[in-house]
């Protein structure tokens, strides 16, 4: 080989070699692209639901209630009959059967959402109004284009007939998408079509709030001491091995550590908040810790001797002068630690929140799901509306992560002094 | 009632505060006295007396009065003749008292469960109203002695920044107060456990099955029931199955973070990485149930797909997916630390070697690689530790049953899967398959400490050897 050869043969190594860097981060981000694109083609349809806009009359002898009746009265009165009445009219059935199969194209809710109607307007007896009611699941995913239809009807989860119905409503534009609220607003339902992260949402608020209530002032706290006071000695150095351990240990050892302390030992409900929240201010406090200690380390020593110098006490030094300069590393740090608290799950199911919840949790003692358990929940029901709903979920998780996380930089940029 | 009490003894302390300023500032002036520090110093030294002591017995009296109450009524209620053979039923019976106590209890309430409930109200208000007298006793004690300090013109700034050094002291044990509570908290039960199974069968048994093991009560085994549950938990399928899994995550995540790693430290413009080193770390920002429900919705069916197209049998629930969704989220781990590490290699081994005409890619596989190992094994090693700690993508995409296997097609258990599993949902208290959770929980702690302790030590003593 000469050595042009040689050379020659080095320098396509070094091209080689370049190619597999640029390749690695290609598919580092390539990953990252797929997995974004797929949870939103997915998800992003649960956003909104499909309405079958019906003709209801409001006939006085099956309602048995007058015009202009009370808020209670309505609430205590008999909307079924009504509801079934006005649903078989929506398409010409020929038979109980056929009524069935249509009555099936309506979400469970289909009587609460007439109810609603009159309490608006509770003069509406005699009457008749269009109103967009929800359709069921199936319905749903057919409307949505996530159902094949071209299946045979034997593994179809909707019948022929109540695919005529629907290309009836579809034809003279009975069925239509509207805004979901209840995805939002509604707790969890074994009926995709009804079910919601508003407890989810709530428990994750309230999980999160009561994670940021403990772990910031104790981890600001235990900062300032081992940055500032602690006298380096052997308890220290324990002190500083043991928050570098904890910060790795796996969560799922929170979990078990939540449930045989604070379940079992000193009996905190199960499923709640509130036990949530100390199970996340344990595992974030740590990871809290580290990035809090760096912000006070960067503090250059001249800020503290030039305190001292004029006569403050150590105590003044470090409260007035270097805490207020560590502010915005210790704030971002904080940010970044609540929103792994916020992705969370596994010491979360040990803890109960996997119980099925439907009821909206009104304090921290209430039992509640949150936002990346309702994920995994979900994730496991076969129904193929909570496929787009698990998606949906997940796209509201992210976007979060991604405000706390643009906060964090945002905090860290705009106020944090470089010192060199 | 513990809201009433905090809020007094908030406003206690508050006034107080106010108190303590204008009592010194007018003594000072009255007695034409130097004061020792500042007049707001001695209103804080009051409130921290006032309020340090109330609240910290406020907190222990909380965190032990619903136990106490409870063993009193399980045991006045024993006494009445109340009939439970375990801690199961037992627990029944409090909550049953509870609920009468509440008047939410709608099932048939015999004598027993009446003078019970009688017995809880009792207590609960001896409790309550010994709990209020004490604090309030607390408060009045601690105030008279921090009045008569402040009286001797105490120097109060030095005082409080005592009791806050003194705080700042014990917000740092909380670290050493978790970590102990997980060693106590894993051990109790893992003792339980390993009373009951023999150490080495759990350590080198072949076969986990836990679900075998319903034993109603751990005081009274049979011998047949012993020989089944010393079967029924064997480690070593689980330990095979979690390394196997993040062995395959290993095999995605170190070749691509590493060279990405390395790209990004020594080849891209700076432009390049602060675009694509947010973009990468992004994935260590996802949540894990995250990855769990793109692993078994979408790459796990995908998997099994293009095996049935290929004429494989691919279970959907394959460590290969498992592992390669693991592998994905690993990948800036180990990324972020081998670019991290490669940085802090010193340009003068570089130009050492460009001097003597190697090329880039030279330098970098035979002296700055070389020079970096020890941190880049490290930052691997914590990156194992992520992966044999990880849960929720092996309990949403892995198996649930404990198969000894290699091949990455089939499906294959972990630790961490086998502990969710058992602990979801009702839990029989004391037996033995509760138990063995935290007995893995305990074997999966020892192990991530080893691996960081490890970890730890190679990052520092190579830090040490460039800084």
């Given at each position: 080989m000469t050595k042009e050869e040689r050379l020659k043969k080095r320098h396509r190594a070094e091209k080689r070699f370049r190619f597999y860097g640029l390749t690695s981060i290609f598919v580092a981000l390539l990953f990252v692209v797929i997995l974004v694109q797929n949870i939103f083609s997915k998800g992003s349809s649960a956003f909104k639901k499909t309405?079958?806009?019906?003709?209801?009359?409001?006939?006085?002898?099956?309602?048995?209630?007058?015009?202009?009746?009370?808020?209670?009265?309505?609430?205590?009165a008999d909307f079924y009959d009504i509801m079934i009445e006005n649903l078989i009219k929506a398409y010409p059935a020929k038979d109980r059967d056929e009524e069935d199969e249509l009555l099936k194209l309506f979400s469970g809710d289909a009587e609460i959402e007439i109810k609603k109607a009159f309490l608006n307007d509770n003069n509406l007896i005699?009457?008749?109004?269009?109103?967009?009611?929800?359709?069921?699941?199936?319905?749903?995913?057919?409307?949505?284009?996530?159902?094949?239809?071209?299946?045979?009807e034997e593994r179809r989860r909707i019948s022929d007939f109540q695919l005529v119905i629907y290309d009836y409503f579809v034809e003279n534009k009975k069925i239509s998408k509207n805004f979901n609220n209840y995805f939002f607003n509604n707790g969890d339902s074994r009926d995709p079509e009804l079910a919601g992260i508003g407890g989810a949402l709530i428990g994750s608020f309230y999980s999160i709030l009561i994670c940021l209530l403990l772990a910031f002032p104790v981890a600001v706290l235990a900062s300032i001491y081992l940055e500032e006071f602690a006298p380096k000695n052997k308890i220290t150095d324990f002190i500083e091995i043991n928050i570098n351990n904890l910060a790795a240990v796996p969560s799922i050892v929170y979990g078990l550590l939540a449930l045989q302390i604070l379940l079992s030992t000193i009996q905190l409900p199960r499923s709640t908040p509130l036990v949530a929240g100390i199970t996340l201010a344990l595992m974030t406090l740590p990871r809290i810790i580290i990035p809090c200690r760096a912000s006070l380390k960067a503090v250059p020593p001249s800020i503290r001797e030039g305190a001292l110098a004029v006569g403050a006490s150590k105590f003044q030094s470090v409260f007035h002068h270097v805490v207020p300069l560590a502010l915005p590393g210790t704030l971002s740090g904080t940010i970044i630690g609540l929103a792994q608290a916020l992705g969370e799950t596994a010491p979360l199911i040990l803890i109960g929140m996997v119980a099925f919840v439907v009821d909206i949790p009104s304090s921290p003692v209430d039992p509640s799901s949150s936002l990346p358990v309702q994920v995994y929940l979900w994730s496991e029901s076969a129904e193929r509306g909570f496929v787009e709903k698990t998606s949906a979920t997940i796209m509201m998780l992210l976007t979060f992560l991604i405000v706390m996380n643009f906060v964090a930089v945002y905090l860290r940029q705009k106020f944090e002094k470089r010192w060199n | 009632m513990n809201f009433v009490l905090l809020f007094l003894i908030t406003i206690f302390s508050l006034s107080l505060f106010f108190y303590g300023r204008s009592k010194t500032k007018t003594i000072s002036i009255k007695e034409n006295i130097k004061l020792n520090a500042l007049p707001k110093f001695y209103g804080y030294y009051l409130v921290l007396w006032c309020s340090i002591p109330a609240l910290v017995f406020l907190l222990v009296w909380s965190l032990f009065e619903p136990v106490i109450i409870k063993s009193i009524i399980i045991e006045t209620a024993a006494n009445q003749g109340a009939i439970f053979s375990d801690k199961n039923e037992a627990n029944l019976i409090y909550e049953k008292i509870k609920a009468i106590h509440l008047g939410t209890y709608f099932g048939d309430i015999d004598s027993i469960l009446k003078e019970s409930a009688l017995a809880y109200a009792k207590f609960i208000n001896l409790f309550t109203n010994s709990k209020v007298v004490l604090i309030f006793g607390i408060i009045i004690a601690s105030v008279i002695y921090s009045l008569k300090k402040i009286k001797n013109n105490n120097k109060a700034r030095d005082d409080v920044e005592a009791i806050l050094k003194g705080l700042l002291f014990v917000s740092s044990l909380i670290a050493i107060l978790t970590t102990l509570g997980i060693i106590f908290s894993l051990l109790f039960e893992s003792i339980k456990f390993f009373s009951v199974i023999n150490v080495f069968d759990y350590l080198f048994g072949t076969n986990w099955s836990p679900?075998?093991?319903?034993?109603?009560?751990?005081?009274?085994?049979?011998?047949?029931?012993?020989?089944?549950?010393?079967?029924?938990?064997?480690?070593?399928?689980?330990?095979?199955?979690?390394?196997?899994?993040?062995?395959?995550?290993?095999?995605?995540?170190?070749?691509?973070g590493l060279f990405s790693g390395i790209y990004m430290a020594e080849y891209a413009s700076i432009k390049v990485r602060r675009i694509s080193k947010p973009i990468i770390e992004i994935l260590a920002g996802i949540p894990t149930v995250v990855y769990g429900f793109f692993a078994a919705l979408t790459v796990g069916p995908f998997f099994r797909q293009v095996g049935e197209n290929l004429g494989l049998t691919v279970s959907s629930e394959s460590a290969l997916a498992a592992g390669l969704i693991m592998g994905i989220m690993i990948i800036p781990y180990v990324s972020s630390l081998s670019d991290d590490v490669i940085n802090s290699v010193p340009q003068s081994l570089r130009d050492g070697s460009y001097a003597v005409g190697a090329t880039k890619s030279e330098t970098i596989k035979q002296v700055v690689i070389p020079a970096a190992l020890p941190g880049i094994i490290g930052s691997v090693l914590l990156a194992v530790s992520r992966a044999i700690g990880e849960t929720m993508i092996v309990v949403m995409a892995a198996g649930l049953a404990a198969n000894l296997t290699i091949n990455p097609l089939e499906s294959t258990t972990t630790i961490t899967t086998q502990i969710v599993m058992i602990l979801v949902g009702d839990q029989e208290f004391d037996s033995p398959k509760t138990q063995s959770a935290f007995a893995l929980g305990l074997t999966l702690f020892i192990a991530t400490l080893i691996l960081n302790y490890i970890a730890q030590r190679a990052v520092k003593k190579y830090r040490e050897k460039y800084d």
């Open positions: 309405v079958i806009n019906t003709e209801v009359f409001f006939d006085q002898e099956l309602l048995e209630i007058q015009n202009g009746a009370s808020q209670e009265e309505i609430m205590e005699g009457k008749t109004i269009t109103l967009d009611l929800t359709a069921s699941d199936d319905i749903d995913q057919l409307h949505k284009g996530n159902y094949p239809r071209d299946l045979p | 679900q075998r093991a319903f034993v109603r009560d751990a005081s009274s085994i049979t011998a047949a029931e012993f020989e089944e549950l010393k079967d029924a938990f064997g480690f070593i399928p689980l330990i095979a199955g979690t390394s196997f899994i993040a062995f395959i995550a290993m095999l995605v995540a170190v070749p691509i």
